[in-house]
């Protein structure tokens, strides 16, 4: 198949170049090829009814995208079956925990709701419930079920209903819920919106299972037909049988009759199989807190991401404390592989977001991370690289993308030296740069000369994924000035900033710091009319920056924005729903924040409060950097 590189078409992940793009630009130019491919098949040889149906295109290409690139004998070692768990089934979870999450067949009858299906929902949720329907049928039965698809339906359009009659054929009654077929199964995943939480409860030696809607607010009376996998202490082949040992039926518990008579734990969902969360009982969850503190590697290290992604989850839905989410997590002090790291970068900044960076328990949280990152941070180097190790490298840049972030001193050393390198000539290695050069800017003692040194390149470079990197690292000033003049540019059509990379600019400003949300904020107020015109899918930008408020203050200056005379009915409408959203993420932090300061100023053993250096009084990077410097506590060394 031909390909061709189009400028200005929103298309980045074609051009590699092996001096200058990174690993991740490589993974996501393999990983979109096959996605692009997989379309002739699904897509073009089997075509969806209508648009209500968007997941049986989508959701295949997001699966082969990962499944059939790892069958790439040169990537074979990219793991991408481990990196779909959390690139995909837990991104997704996030998204599906909505208590207004869209069905994958809900209805498209308008331009608008046709655009809304191209989402989250589509691609990530359909991918990870064919990959569920993959294990509990057993991976032969799954493909040969595929491949009967494309052949009874080539050339013609399908929908939802043709795809579980020819799967049927290779799916054994046993397999299945009793007398229960696989399309009532499926068409239960696919016709109603979110998915459960399993509750295992302990009742002497049995563990009793039931099920409700994960939602991270609100209440819902929806069940599913959940296949249970699961594992027990004392199984020699712990977490490799993925298939359904038992099934949850709607209406109803299961019991597990016996399993801890001789198990000291059992954990639900081998390698996060399933389409769902897990909790347990205080009980099940001591045991499991026990183990990942006497010996984490016991456990599959995918699941291990998957309890670090649930418990972080469950706190932040309320269904357990952020206290009680940190206590079992802290095993994390020992761990240094990368998916349970990324699992618990990404929800720590989560809640790091929320509380906002630089309010007390921002401090704290920040603390807290790089107490817990000490191990991993010495598992990577700035100056040990091999992009031939490839999860090596993504852990690597993970970690001190974090690191950095939060002020770790080493880190921050280290990045601001490669930065002066690179104004002097020297090339940084190509997995090192959106470190540096977000870092070199964001901690610059001269941060005008060091920005505009860095909006040269810009303008001189061709690669589309040194752009990209480039964008990136321009956002991460801290200098309100420049990020202003730098949304400006994004809007002139004779900057190097192309129609197609005006999304990404924003980003790169309201992600990287309280700094950049109040400067991309004061500049969509300022100036909303030239966005609008100029972009035409500007419409929820203002709702993406009003999402990272985090103080009544900026509350008030949206307030005043949406009184200001002149605005159009969109454009207000916009604003108020941006203001009541902005309400209820304040409402929540204040739902927390009692547990949590209790954690880190009142708790007699909290790994905050024991040193002054660790107190709420912490307030620059310099500072938190000596937290590093602490003696870790009884608490933290179990």
Known sequence: MDQIAVPDFAETYLLWNNEDSSTRYKRGIATVISHEFTHSWFGNLVTLEWWDYLFLNEGFARYYQYFATAKAEQLS?????????????????????????????SKASSPTQISNKFSTIS?????????????????????????????????????????????AEFALAELLPTNVTLAEVMENWVDQGGYPVITATASDNDVILSQERFVY?????????????????????????????????????????????????????????????VNYDTVLWQRIEEVLLSDHTVIDVLNRAQIVDDLLNLARAGILTYSKAIEVGRYLVNETEYYPWYSAITAYNYLLRRVGEE?????????LMLRLMQAVYESVSFTDLDADQHIYTLKLVLILTSACKLGHEDCVSNAKSLFEQYKNGTSIDRDLRTIVYCNGLRYSDDSTTDWEFLWEKLQSISLATEELTLI???GCTKNTTLLKYYLEQSLNTSSRIRLQDFASVWSAVYTSSTEGVDAAFEYFTENYESIYNYYSSSASLLS????????????????????????????????????????VNLAWVANIEEDLLGYFEVGEDSPSSTTEETGSSVKSAATLALILSVVFFDRLLL
């Not at 997704?92 to 869209?102: E, P, R």
């Not at 819902?220 to 298939?243: A, C, Q």
């Not at 920056?545 to 969109?570: H, M, N, P």
């Open 77 to 105: 070692d990219w793991e991408l079956d481990k990196q779909f768990i959390v690139d995909q089934v837990q991104t997704v979870l996030v998204t599906d925990g909505s208590s207004s999450s869209a069905a994958l067949t």
């Open 123 to 167: 691609y990530s949720k359909g991918a990870s419930i064919f990959r569920m329907m993959e294990h509990f049928l057993g991976t032969d039965n799954y493909h040969n079920g595929i491949r009967a698809y494309l052949t009874n339906h080539a050339w013609g359009n399908t929908n939802p209903s043709d795809l579980w009659s020819s799967i």
């Open 217 to 277: 607010s609100g209440t819902s009376d929806t069940e599913w037909y959940v296949p249970i996998s699961y594992t027990l202490s004392s199984e020699e082949n712990k977490f490799e049988d993925t298939s359904a040992r038992v099934w949850l039926i709607p209406g109803e518990t299961a019991t597990l009759s016996g399993v801890l008579e001789d198990n000291d734990w059992i954990i639900v969902n081998n390698q996060e199989s399933g389409y769902y969360r």
């Open 359 to 367: 309010s007390t328990l921002g401090v704290e949280i920040s603390a």
């Open 472 to 474: 990136a690292g321009l």
């Open 544 to 583: 993406t920056i009003v999402g990272r408020f985090t103080t009544e203050e900026q509350l008030a200056k949206l307030e005043e924005f949406i009184a200001s005379d002149g605005l159009s009915s969109s454009v207000k409408s916009t604003a108020e729903s941006a203001l009541a959203s902005a309400k």
